[in-house]
């Protein structure tokens, strides 16, 4: 495992892991890796799928039998959906009960195989090093979730010492050119195009330098994804901001207005707001995730970043091609307008969304990581924060709510030089509180952005959209400030739009974790 590079794990240690733990403490003690107790499994799987879509390697996640593993579920489930490298390794009971109905017996293999790429049982004359070998392969080539399960007695066997193998030799150069043919015609499309925009998705988080340059060739907006937020600074005079529900009017606009998308690293599932109706040439590096959901005019099969170079080398431009950044300026002045006037509108002793984002716009560094929960404040993020260079991460396609704060704790063991912003609900933040001492315990730089509105709010809105009475959405919060003080973080609770930056300006200065609960209103994102 440590051979593979990976370094990091999430876990609870019980009666049926204790071998495999032992030998975790021992690389722990000899420095090859770093282990963090968590207090719910769930929790554990998010920071590790949070790792890997920030970093693109695995780290690994760790239970025991039974609840120990199917805690982990949903957390992988995030990792599946999002398309990130995530290693689980399960404890289980000993394989001579196992299978009779014993304590905390369950055939996790069955359990996993929708979740995993890759899962396997260590059993006594396995080749376990070559077993790890090919759950970290599929999990990185794959991108996807590769799991082990090691029965209580093999963990404990004396090792008969094979070799143990690493990346090399056994990992392929991924970034591959496009076909010659395919490259052609997205240059047709390119040349007859007098309107061209780029959409990015997550896909093209490791290679927006070349697309940048391409867009800036072709004078064409760059509208992203709402996973793909913060790939490119609002700030740039090409950046639209984010597409879809969660996303800018700057962004819808620039869409509507153009006759051709040049997509890269994007899915087009049905939150992206890709339009359907526009000529595209789409490009990703997966075959199955071309014109997945409907033909595409020109699919390209190669590495997003190899393809944006190739394109930008060879491209040819229409004559009436329109330089476009003075209308994504115009546009980014009149949607400012309405922020800040939205900002403006309080209820009393609440603070509005659009003024919570405008204050992190202007204060959160611009080399953070921003870990966004599911809910009301992630389409109000989407909407009114206004990225730098910020690295953005959030469950996209499970949305799963509690994703934000675990993910926080990923974040911090991945870069823990960068500063780690948390930004959630009430209901979200509930779903792992406890986990907030697992922060403290081990010190972790993270400031969180709690906006408190005392319900599950985006629910409350599709009951009332839905002329269904709202119903079972309320929640009774503690004091979540005085919550973070008793845990031993820093706490600070904020009702008036006046102390908004004085408050998120000592949770930043803090070190170590901090949480500034902003009570807002449900009727408000």
């Known amino acids: 495992m440590t051979n593979w590079g990976v370094d990091t794990v999430f876990g609870m240690v019980g009666h049926s892991n204790l071998g ?31 790792y890997g879509k920030l970093t693109g390697r695995p780290a690994a996640c760790f239970g025991i039998a039974g609840p120990g593993s199917t805690n982990l579920l949903t957390g992988l489930y995030d990792a599946k959906a999002d398309r990130v490298p995530v290693l689980a390794i399960s404890g289980n009971v000993d394989s001579s009960v196992a ?34 070998t090919m759950a970290l392969k599929h999990a990185i080539l794959d991108r996807g979730v590769g799991h082990l399960v090691l029965p209580d007695e093999v963990q404990v066997l004396a090792a008969p010492n094979p070799t143990a193998s690493g990346p090399a030799g056994r990992m392929p150069d991924l970034r591959v050119a496009p076909p010659a043919a395919a490259l052609g015609q997205a240059l047709d499309q390119i040349a007859a195009a007098t309107r061209p925009v780029v959409v990015v998705g997550a896909g093209a988080k490791f290679d927006m330098p070349a697309i940048v340059a391409l867009a800036q060739r072709l004078h064409a907006p760059i509208l992203t994804t709402f996973k793909a937020k913060g790939q490119i600074a609002d700030s740039h005079p090409l950046a639209a901001g984010v597409l879809g529900r969660s996303g800018t009017p700057v962004a819808s606009w620039m869409m509507n207005k153009a006759d051709l998308l040049l997509v890269f690293g994007a899915s087009f599932s049905n939150h992206t707001g890709i339009s359907p109706y526009k000529p595209t040439v789409q490009v990703d590096t997966d075959p199955l995730t071309l014109g997945r959901f409907r033909p595409v005019t020109v699919p390209v099969l190669g590495d997003v970043g190899v393809t944006a170079t190739a394109l930008l080398e060879s491209v040819r431009t229409a004559p009436e091609l ?22 403006g509108t309080r209820a009393p002793g609440r603070v509005a969304p659009a003024a919570i984002f405008a204050a992190l716009s202007d204060l959160v560094p611009e080399d953070a990581v921003l870990a966004v929960d599911v809910g009301n404040h992630a389409y109000s993020f989407g909407r009114y924060f206004e990225t730098k260079q910020q690295s953005v991460l959030m469950s996209g396609y499970l949305g799963s709510i509690g994703f934000g704060f675990p993910a926080a704790m990923g974040a911090w063991a991945a870069a823990p030089d960068r500063p780690i912003v948390a930004i959630t609900g009430d209901g979200g933040f509930g779903q792992y509180l406890a986990d907030f001492t697992t922060a403290v315990k081990y010190d972790m730089n993270i400031t969180h952005i709690l906006l408190n509105n005392g319900e599950l709010a985006k629910i409350s809105e599709e009951q009332r959209s839905a002329e269904y009475e709202v119903w079972q959405t309320s929640l009774l919060n503690p004091d979540f400030a005085a919550f973070a003080r008793d845990c031993g973080a820093h706490g600070a609770r904020v009702t008036d739009p006046a102390d908004l930056d004085s408050a998120i300006t000592q949770a930043l200065e803090h070190r170590g974790p901090a949480l500034v609960e902003i009570l807002t209103d449900p009727r408000t994102h």
């Open 99 to 132: 299978g009779k109905g014993a304590f905390q017996d369950i055939d996790l293999l069955a359990a996993f195989a929708d979740v995993a790429v890759y899962s396997a049982m260590v059993r006594a004359g396995s080749d376990h090093a070559e077993l790890m």
């Open 322 to 343: 329109v330089d476009q950044r003075a209308e994504v300026a115009e546009r980014w002045a009149v949607w400012r307008a309405e922020k800040a006037r939205r900002a």
């Open 20 to 50: 495999v733990a032992e030998a975790m403490h021992r690389a722990e003690t000899a420095g090859k890796l770093r282990y963090f107790g968590i207090r719910h499994e769930g929790a554990a799987a998010f920071a590790a799928s949070a």
